[in-house]
């Protein structure tokens, strides 16, 4: 049995149900993904773009020349490109994802942007144990997409502690969601064109294709709510009726309405995410926001050098 098959008997075996969403990105949630960040509901990827361009060149005068750069989860490259445009003779550019498969055809498309630049990726799950390879420059991290908000803020300062020590003290360039009116969060992960039902569907798509399992797919429904009390979105998958699911040799039962949780998104203020680095031993060094303030980039300093 394989390590997502058993991570999907484990999360449908306990009460409240639910999977990690590092499973989504097999090669086709990677697309999907991609497709999500274009919707005209989705308002994170159009803000980040805008912030990287506006101050791409005040990030690299701060974070300076010859850096070894280190961009986790970074499916399609895009935005990193806005980076390596401005920074100043970068050493490498590692990017760790992984969906091996959608990162080495990123990769090969960013070699011909970038012919000078070494360019060496990683397929590995960064939430887990990891080694960067050997540096070649001063490190700094990027993780942009508000993909911090998918972790429980506890677990958020955890892997916030695992970057500081792969980065080596050194810097971490962070996009961070912000906490906005509900509507419109319930619009950016209720899209018109059903992208981010497919992509949540897909766990199940993907569960039949690799774990063995037989979930009749049109038998689930996405659901996408904001619970404010805990500023985030949750994602589910909803059964529509009772039904008996094999995964394996395993037979899972669910009521009708019964839900797996599949997703968190957590929304920060500024100043509460500001408080969450430094627990994690991160120094703020520069946050710069939209005008709306929907949306934040963060610069953050490592503790000194392991």
Same mark, same amino acid.
């Given at each position: 049995?394989?390590?997502?098959?058993?991570?999907?008997?484990?999360?449908?075996?306990?009460?409240? *149900?639910?999977?990690?969403?590092?499973?989504?990105?097999?090669?086709?949630?990677?697309?999907?993904?991609?497709?999500?960040?274009?919707?005209?509901?989705?308002?994170?990827?159009? =803000? &980040?773009?805008?912030?990287?361009?506006?101050?791409?060149? &005040?990030?690299?005068?701060?974070? #300076?020349?010859?850096?070894?750069?280190?961009?986790?989860?970074?499916?399609?490259? *895009?935005?990193?490109?806005?980076?390596?445009?401005?920074?100043?003779?970068?050493?490498?550019?590692?990017?760790?994802?992984? !969906?091996?498969?959608?990162?080495?055809?990123?990769?090969?498309?960013?070699?011909?942007?970038?012919?000078?630049?070494?360019?060496?990726? +990683?397929?590995?799950?960064?939430?887990?144990?990891?080694?960067?390879?050997?540096?070649? #420059?001063?490190?700094?991290?990027?993780?942009?997409?508000?993909?911090? #908000?998918?972790?429980?803020?506890?677990?958020?300062?955890?892997?916030?502690?695992?970057?500081?020590?792969?980065?080596?003290?050194?810097?971490?360039?962070?996009?961070?969601?912000?906490?906005?009116?509900?509507?419109?969060?319930?619009?950016?992960?209720?899209?018109?064109?059903?992208?981010?039902?497919?992509?949540?569907?897909?766990?199940?798509?993907?569960?039949?294709?690799?774990?063995?399992?037989?979930? =009749?797919?049109?038998?689930?429904?996405? !659901?996408?709510?904001?619970?404010?009390?805990?500023?985030?979105?949750?994602?589910?998958?909803? !059964?529509?009726? %009772?039904?008996?699911?094999?995964?394996?040799?395993?037979?899972?039962?669910?009521?009708? #309405?019964?839900?797996?949780?599949?997703?968190?998104?957590?929304?920060?203020? =500024?100043?509460?995410?500001?408080?969450?680095? %430094?627990?994690?031993?991160?120094?703020?060094?520069?946050?710069?926001?939209?005008?709306?303030?929907?949306?934040?980039?963060?610069? +953050?300093?490592?503790?000194?050098? *392991?």
């Amino acid at each position: 049995m394989n390590e997502f098959a058993r991570a999907l008997q484990e999360g449908l075996g306990r009460q409240p *149900r639910a999977i990690s969403p590092k499973w989504f990105y097999d090669e086709a949630g990677s697309v999907l993904f991609e497709r999500i960040c274009e919707l005209p509901e989705y308002y994170p990827t159009r =803000v &980040e773009f805008a912030l990287l361009q506006r101050h791409a060149g &005040e990030i690299a005068d701060l974070i #300076g020349p010859g850096l070894d750069l280190v961009e986790f989860g970074a499916g399609a490259t *895009r935005k990193v490109k806005i980076l390596l445009s401005a920074l100043d003779s970068p050493a490498r550019f590692v990017p760790v994802d992984i !969906s091996g498969e959608h990162l080495l055809g990123a990769v090969e498309r960013l070699r011909d942007d970038y012919a000078g630049l070494i360019v060496e990726p +990683l397929v590995a799950d960064f939430t887990a144990d990891m080694v960067l390879p050997a540096a070649i #420059g001063p490190r700094a991290g990027f993780f942009p997409g508000s993909s911090i #908000g998918n972790f429980e803020p506890a677990m958020a300062r955890t892997l916030l502690q695992r970057f500081d020590r792969l980065l080596d003290g050194g810097w971490l360039l962070i996009g961070v969601d912000l906490v906005k009116d509900p509507q419109r969060l319930h619009a950016a992960y209720n899209d018109a064109a059903g992208v981010t039902a497919a992509f949540n569907l897909n766990l199940w798509v993907r569960a039949n294709r690799e774990a063995d399992a037989d979930f =009749v797919i049109n038998d689930w429904m996405h !659901s996408a709510f904001y619970n404010p009390p805990l500023h985030r979105i949750e994602m589910h998958l909803v !059964s529509r009726l %009772r039904q008996r699911v094999s995964i394996g040799h395993e037979v899972i039962e669910f009521a009708e #309405g019964d839900s797996v949780h599949t997703e968190n998104s957590y929304k920060y203020t =500024v100043e509460g995410f500001q408080e969450l680095a %430094r627990q994690a031993g991160w120094q703020p060094r520069a946050v710069w926001t939209d005008a709306q303030r929907c949306f934040s980039m963060h610069l +953050l300093r490592g503790g000194p050098a *392991r």
